[in-house]
């Protein structure tokens, strides 16, 4: 097979191979890696219906990652999706007053992050062996909340690796902190910021591509790469669910093989729902993907006006995972609709740099019809997690429940009968205050965890390994930085 080559959105004269796009997270300019091309799966889709869930992984995976053996990649999968999932579908799709939900939250930390970051510490590894890489790898990440405790538990006392994690110090639920503040292994450092998510992604950002730190780091024998959706190896491992959720949807007669299905989709970063985007340019059949907002609406408004202004009120909503105004991936779709050219591309980050916004061509608009953009208010959540409690007896998490709102909206305004998948990002047990303060007032006046056991009790589901006695762990992570001293806090960590 031909070796994809993959290279910076904002350049095109440093191609690399996946193996090199992994370990590094950014290019050296400031752009995502992209695939040159997308692969095509031509695979007919009655025999990719056979397989299971680690069988289609790495037939997704070995388009995409030509410079990996199969046998690397079997063994890459089989070590990810093992009974650290809850179920051994991995990613079951379920079904409940009607509507098919494609459950991502049944890995180690109970959200969708887990379906990636549990292959990538395999990957890393492989791919710092292929390149010769005689350096120790520092994962630097910034967490909206449910990306922090995936990436810890995933790289937690892999040799040859550290993780420093930044998470918004007021900006997560109760319980995504405590997951992330109690986290064991001498490799782990975690630090709240005076700041919200974007303070933190656009800080790790400069820091991963700071060329006097990098060379101070390289003194000390250690290079920087990332956890977060800016890694081109987690969007590709997101592609694989997209596959698998379409195949057994077409398995149990919702949809014909090679019909449209719709996908539903929380969004905040775009590396989700770009996965899919990714997913559908290999040829799979998917209809509209429903870019679903919270009350951060950047992009329902980019996606109605061709217009990308980050200059607004943020909000803390109760879906904190997609509390950002600044969403990363967007600029890997933006590379794909006008043309590949990076010199564009390159230019409207500059606009958003200086300017704070920028404009898309009538052109590039036109490409956008994948896609549709809509939002979920505060109410519209709570609304739609009370209803489908009531009428299916299902527990959405807020996220979930933004992407169910904007997809019913979407329905009543069109009328489609297209079949929907709501992408199910995380459990409700991760927002335990929220969700049931939405079934039923009274909750109010509980604690998050408190709320555990009335959780049980509603829905029937017993409380996840993962934050079972999370409660009364100890504290090991007690640090907080103001924006301005990420870079002097890991300078401090890393010892430079
Ligand atoms: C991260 C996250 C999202 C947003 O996903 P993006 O890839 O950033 O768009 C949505 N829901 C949950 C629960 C998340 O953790």
Same mark, same amino acid.
């Given at each position: 097979?031909?070796?994809?080559?993959?290279?910076?959105?904002?350049?095109?004269?440093?191609?690399?191979?996946?193996?090199?796009?992994?370990?590094?997270?950014?290019?050296? #300019?400031?752009?995502?890696?992209?695939?040159?091309?997308?692969?095509?799966?031509?695979?007919?889709?009655?025999?990719?219906?056979?397989?299971?869930?680690?069988?289609?992984?790495?037939?997704?995976?070995?388009?995409?990652?030509?410079?990996?053996?199969?046998?690397?990649?079997?063994?890459?999968?089989?070590?990810?999706?093992?009974?650290?999932?809850?179920?051994?579908?991995?990613?079951?799709?379920?079904?409940?007053?009607?509507?098919?939900?494609?459950?991502? !939250?049944?890995?180690?930390?109970?959200?969708?992050?887990?379906?990636?970051?549990?292959?990538?510490?395999?990957?890393?590894?492989?791919?710092?062996?292929?390149?010769?890489? #005689?350096?120790?790898?520092?994962?630097?990440?910034?967490?909206?909340?449910?990306?922090?405790?995936?990436?810890?538990?995933?790289?937690?006392?892999?040799?040859?690796?550290?993780?420093?994690? !930044?998470?918004?110090?007021?900006?997560?639920?109760?319980?995504?902190?405590?997951?992330?503040?109690?986290?064991?292994?001498?490799?782990?450092?975690?630090?709240?910021?005076?700041?919200?998510?974007?303070?933190?992604?656009?800080?790790?950002?400069?820091?991963?591509?700071?060329?006097?730190?990098? #060379?101070?780091?390289?003194?000390?024998?250690?290079?920087?790469?990332?956890?977060?959706?800016?890694?081109?190896?987690?969007? &590709?491992?997101?592609?694989?669910?997209?596959?698998?959720?379409?195949?057994?949807?077409?398995?149990?007669?919702?949809?014909?093989?090679?019909?449209?299905?719709?996908?539903?989709?929380?969004?905040?970063?775009?590396?989700?729902?770009?996965?899919?985007?990714?997913?559908?340019?290999?040829?799979?059949?998917?209809?509209?993907?429903?870019?679903?907002?919270?009350?951060?609406?950047?992009?329902?408004? !980019?996606?109605?006006?061709?217009?990308?202004?980050?200059?607004?009120?943020?909000?803390?909503?109760?879906?904190?995972?997609?509390?950002?105004?600044?969403?990363?991936?967007?600029?890997?779709?933006?590379?794909?609709?006008?043309?590949?050219?990076?010199?564009?591309?390159?230019?409207?980050?500059?606009?958003?740099?200086?300017?704070?916004?920028?404009?898309?061509?009538?052109?590039?608009?036109?490409?956008?019809?994948?896609?549709?953009?809509?939002?979920?208010?505060?109410?519209?959540?709570?609304?739609? &997690?009370?209803?489908?409690?009531?009428?299916?007896?299902?527990?959405?998490?807020?996220?979930?429940?933004?992407?169910?709102?904007?997809?019913?909206?979407?329905?009543?305004?069109?009328?489609?009968?297209?079949?929907?998948?709501? @992408?199910?990002?995380?459990?409700?047990?991760?927002?335990?205050?929220?969700?049931?303060?939405?079934?039923?007032?009274?909750?109010?006046?509980?604690?998050?965890?408190?709320? !555990?056991?009335?959780?049980?009790?509603?829905?029937? @589901?017993?409380?996840?390994?993962?934050?079972?006695?999370?409660?009364?762990?100890?504290?090991?992570?007690?640090? @907080?930085?103001?924006?301005?001293?990420?870079?002097?806090?890991?300078?401090?960590?890393?010892?430079?």
């Amino acid at each position: 097979m031909a070796q994809l080559i993959y290279h910076s959105t904002r350049s095109i004269n440093q191609a690399v191979t996946a193996a090199e796009a992994i370990l590094s997270g950014i290019a050296a #300019d400031g752009g995502l890696y992209v695939p040159e091309k997308i692969p095509v799966l031509t695979t007919p889709l009655r025999e990719l219906a056979r397989l299971d869930y680690r069988e289609l992984a790495v037939t997704v995976l070995q388009l995409f990652l030509t410079d990996f053996t199969e046998a690397e990649l079997r063994q890459a999968v089989a070590s990810a999706y093992n009974s650290r999932f809850d179920t051994a579908e991995i990613a079951p799709v379920a079904e409940h007053g009607g509507v098919r939900y494609l459950e991502l !939250f049944h890995g180690p930390t109970l959200a969708f992050k887990d379906l990636a970051l549990a292959l990538l510490p395999y990957l890393m590894k492989m791919a710092a062996r292929k390149t010769g890489l #005689d350096k120790e790898v520092v994962i630097l990440t910034a967490t909206s909340g449910d990306t922090g405790k995936a990436a810890l538990e995933a790289f937690a006392g892999v040799e040859g690796i550290r993780i420093i994690v !930044f998470f918004p110090e007021q900006g997560v639920s109760p319980v995504q902190k405590q997951q992330m503040v109690t986290q064991a292994g001498n490799n782990t450092s975690v630090i709240g910021i005076e700041g919200n998510f974007d303070d933190a992604q656009s800080g790790v950002k400069q820091l991963l591509t700071d060329k006097k730190l990098i #060379d101070a780091m390289e003194r000390k024998g250690l290079m920087f790469s990332s956890a977060n959706s800016i890694n081109i190896g987690r969007l &590709i491992a997101q592609v694989v669910y997209y596959w698998y959720a379409y195949l057994r949807v077409m398995k149990d007669g919702g949809v014909q093989a090679g019909e449209p299905l719709d996908f539903a989709v929380p969004t905040g970063n775009f590396g989700n729902i770009l996965a899919g985007y990714y997913a559908k340019k290999m040829g799979l059949p998917v209809g509209t993907l429903i870019c679903a907002s919270n009350k951060n609406k950047v992009l329902s408004d !980019f996606f109605a006006f061709g217009v990308y202004d980050k200059k607004r009120e943020f909000y803390l909503t109760s879906s904190p995972s997609m509390d950002i105004l600044i969403s990363s991936n967007l600029e890997r779709l933006l590379w794909e609709i006008c043309g590949k050219s990076s010199e564009h591309v390159a230019g409207l980050m500059q606009q958003l740099t200086s300017l704070g916004r920028y404009q898309i061509s009538e052109a590039m608009k036109k490409n956008l019809l994948d896609f549709l953009g809509g939002h979920a208010t505060e109410e519209e959540t709570f609304q739609a &997690i009370r209803r489908v409690q009531e009428t299916a007896g299902y527990l959405l998490d807020p996220h979930t429940a933004v992407a169910y709102s904007v997809w019913e909206k979407y329905r009543q305004r069109t009328g489609s009968k297209i079949p929907v998948v709501v @992408v199910s990002t995380a459990s409700p047990y991760k927002f335990t205050k929220d969700v049931m303060q939405a079934v039923d007032p009274k909750y109010a006046l509980g604690e998050d965890f408190a709320l !555990f056991a009335e959780m049980e009790k509603m829905t029937g @589901v017993p409380v996840p390994v993962g934050v079972r006695g999370l409660a009364s762990q100890p504290v090991l992570h007690k640090r @907080v930085c103001k924006k301005a001293e990420m870079q002097l806090v890991v300078e401090n960590i890393l010892g430079l």
